[in-house]
């Protein structure tokens, strides 16, 4: 996106005043009108449109702003695609569902709070969606917590916490390939990088847990009991079924391309999909486009199992392309350029540039409530300056994450915050306190950053 060269010199005032009516199109759009935020976004793009026309800019110079700044997403776009295609073939073949079963057998009674973590955090990293594992086994954990008379905040607290771990780190996660791909980074380094900081925010949100879990006693596990039984209702879980992520791990280790590593797994899944249940060739077609449909009569189960599908991101791809279009014309009209140039005699060391990037991301979660957007606005603002210092795209895009992703649930008006609070039923103010992960993730990338540790440059 950086290489997109500025048509025109725009004034501060004049590049401020655009942004502010940006954020304030979108925001008011998707906190006061609970607007999916394509279509403000879109009115945005017709804004800058306006503008460059009135700084007699041509229009086709403007659209190729537009052209070349959704370019710069098209890996992101196939790579959606073939998340779709694994998620759905994961999801016929048994894998995600015999995860998240041997996930239930962890639930004891001591240590409540830090299992609910530790198994929030295996179900979001099988389906790779934060949001789906609250709407599922959160919504059952928040249930066995008001039966138990445990705190409803600390136990949110601890799903939101493992939930947004598993978006984070999961292979599956939009926004995990999502913020691999904005700066071209692979996206199995992106994971392992990303370890650096998630890894102890991690152990130390489990400790916190354990130190706040109180003895409780299980007299009421029915909830755990029909998960279970639900998922044995399908008939998908057996030994086997993990062999799709033996076999993405090991092509990531050898360092096979993401997209080849995710086709190849997807194939291995349909193919154990037949050990247990004979799909015709049709089906499968229709499976990995539509994505698969569970129907053992648990609206919990069908809910948590009916996923994937190539056509389950056309959302996220429509999201992705808009927000890229608006940044090629924001770069175009020497928007960005203006804005950062009034800061960047500040941005000379790394620590300060990391600081500026994860304040960004998350300012933009605080100001206009949408995950995307935070990682797609900040990996295109700074990644020239992390260029010009010699830092490896994966530390943005590690940032863009730590300070992007799981900060959303944090705030009251975001998608996130307001999705949780109705789920669980549990205000985001109450369970923001015990959300450790997701407090803890953007507080240990600036301290490393800051120290210069666990970061990487271009050799």
Excluded at 11 to 16: I, L, M, N, T
Excluded at 61 to 81: I, N, T
């Amino acid at each position: 996106m950086f290489q997109i060269k500025a048509v025109i010199q725009p004034k501060f005032s004049e590049a401020v005043a655009l942004i502010v009516m940006i954020v304030a199109m979108i925001s008011a759009s998707i906190i006061f009108f609970d607007a999916v935020p394509h279509v403000p976004i879109l009115l945005s793009i017709l804004l800058l449109i306006g503008y460059g026309l009135l700084k007699k800019v041509s229009y086709k110079r403007l659209e190729k702003g537009l052209v070349d700044g959704a370019g710069a997403g098209m890996s992101a776009v196939f790579l959606f695609f073939f998340i779709g295609i694994l998620i759905s073939s994961w999801m016929m073949g048994g894998t995600i569902p015999t995860l998240i079963y041997a996930g239930f057998h962890l639930v004891t009674p001591q240590f409540f709070l830090a299992i609910v973590f530790v198994v929030a955090s295996i179900v979001g990293v099988s389906i790779g969606s934060s949001l789906t594992t609250v709407a599922t086994v959160g919504v059952a954990f928040i249930g066995m917590a008001s039966v138990l008379d445990v705190s409803l905040a600390m136990t949110a607290g601890a799903i939101v916490s493992g939930a947004f771990f598993g978006d984070k780190m999961s292979p599956l996660s939009d926004t995990t390939n999502l913020a691999s791909s904005i700066v071209r980074v692979d996206l199995f380094a992106h994971i392992k990088n990303m370890a650096w900081t998630t890894v102890p925010a991690f152990l130390i949100s489990a400790v916190l847990f354990g130190i706040l879990s109180p003895k409780v006693q299980f007299e009421d596990t029915a909830k755990i009991q029909a998960f279970q039984d639900g998922l044995l209702q399908t008939g998908m879980i057996h030994w086997y079924t993990v062999l799709p992520i033996i076999v993405l791990v090991i092509l990531s280790i050898k360092k096979v391309p993401a997209m080849m590593t995710l086709a190849v797994s997807s194939a291995s899944a349909v193919v154990i999909s037949y050990f247990h249940h004979t799909f015709s060739a049709t089906e499968v077609l229709s499976i990995l486009f539509n994505g698969y449909v569970s129907n053992i009569g648990m609206d919990e189960i069908d809910a948590l199992l009916t996923r994937g599908g190539m056509n389950s991101m056309m959302f996220t791809v429509g999201l992705v392309l808009l927000a890229l279009s608006m940044g090629g014309l924001l770069f175009t009209l020497g928007i960005v350029q203006c804005l950062l140039g009034k800061i960047e005699s500040m941005l000379k060391k790394a620590a300060s540039v990391i600081f500026a990037s994860a304040l960004t991301a998350i300012g933009i979660n605080v100001l206009i409530g949408e995950q995307y957007l935070s990682i797609l606005l900040t990996g295109q603002a700074f990644q020239a300056q992390y260029e010009k210092l010699g830092l490896a795209g994966k530390n943005l895009s590690r940032v863009m994450e730590d300070a992007g992703t799981v900060v959303n649930p944090l705030v009251p008006w975001s998608v996130c915050g307001i999705f949780i609070t109705n789920v669980l039923d549990v205000p985001t103010l109450a369970y923001l306190p015990f959300a450790f992960f997701c407090l803890l993730s953007p507080v240990l990338t600036v301290l490393f950053g800051m120290a210069g540790k666990t970061l990487t440059y271009e050799k």
